[in-house]
């Protein structure tokens, strides 16, 4: 059977909340008779909106990953709750019983990512269900994912092969550090926006006197003497070389501007920074 997949793009992310508040509109104050009991108003982030900032100014930015229960392949959840009361469907769904449930509050522990959450008025561990009660009346898509403008948030239906072809082409990623082999069922695109980091920096020269930014240098980094990547400085000099692991240690910058000659010089990575403004010749 097809399994239901959500994708999400962390470069498209804007952290409107929409996705949030589209959940919150489906199920606060609302019961899906075997699927969920109403979710409470306050407390509860089925879809959380983690932040992150990286760099200092004034290269500066902030990506956001959104994180629902990601319908593990091999829930943990499931492995430490007692029997029957998670069950993931064959469509890769999971879902927790509410009334199997009841009174179980340590199953808020049980998620490595922190999806699961305490609702105290019902005494029930509650999460994200993929809106299974509308996908099952032939909804396409969880509110989430309508409800996103950006197309951050997407969602389809994947033989097992299908799935594969698209991890490997679109090179879709799992937050790894937590999923502890759950197999997480939810795939992120850009996942470098949040989890790694940048080293960025700007070109600049002196011409009678002036200092103007120097547009379309050509500019290479290295590592162990190896070419990682090039790119060009932008209209205003700038340049950003991202996707780099943190406490990476030594690079090597290389600048090549046809008119103003070619410069190195070298950076040291431990979280994102900018080397300031690097002057030619
Ligand atoms: S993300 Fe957490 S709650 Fe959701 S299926 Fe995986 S282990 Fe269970
Ligand atoms: S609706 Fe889309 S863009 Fe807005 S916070 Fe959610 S995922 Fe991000």
């Not at 005494?123 to 009660?133: D, L, M, N, R, S």
Request: glycine share 8%; with cysteine; proline share 6%.
């Amino acid at each position: 059977m097809k399994k239901k997949i959500l994708i999400i793009d962390v470069a498209k992310c804007e952290n409107c909340n929409n996705c949030f508040l589209a959940c919150k509109d489906e199920h606060c104050g609302n019961n899906w008779p075997g699927y969920s009991r109403p979710q409470p108003l306050h407390g509860h982030r089925w879809m959380n909106i983690h932040r992150r900032e990286r760099g200092q100014f004034p290269f500066v930015d902030a990506a956001y990953l959104p994180m629902p229960c990601m319908h593990c392949e091999d829930p943990l959840c499931m492995r430490v709750s007692g029997k029957g009361i998670i069950t993931k469907r064959e469509d890769g769904i999971v879902l927790i019983d509410p009334d199997k449930a009841k009174g179980r509050r340590k199953m808020v522990n049980a998620c490595p990512y922190s999806a699961i959450w305490w609702n105290a008025e019902e005494e029930i561990p509650q999460k994200c269900t993929f809106c299974a009660h509308l996908l099952d009346q032939g909804w396409t898509k969880p509110r989430c994912v309508q409800a996103c403008p950006t197309g951050a948030l997407s969602f389809c239906e994947l033989e097992k092969e299908e799935l594969r072809e698209m991890i490997n082409s679109q090179k879709l990623e799992v937050p790894g550090k937590r999923s502890r082999g759950t197999f997480p069922g939810v795939y992120y695109r850009n996942l470098y926006r949040y989890e790694k980091c940048f080293i960025a920096g700007s070109v600049a020269a002196e011409k009678e006197g002036i200092q103007d930014c120097v547009s379309g240098a050509n500019i290479i980094l290295y590592k162990d003497q190896k070419k990682l990547q090039e790119i060009r400085s932008d209209a205003f000099g700038d340049f950003t070389f991202d996707n780099l692991s943190k406490d990476s240690g030594d690079y090597v910058i290389e600048i090549i501007h046809p008119e103003l000659g070619s410069k190195k010089i070298n950076a040291h990575l431990g979280s994102s920074y900018a080397v300031g403004n690097i002057f030619m010749p």
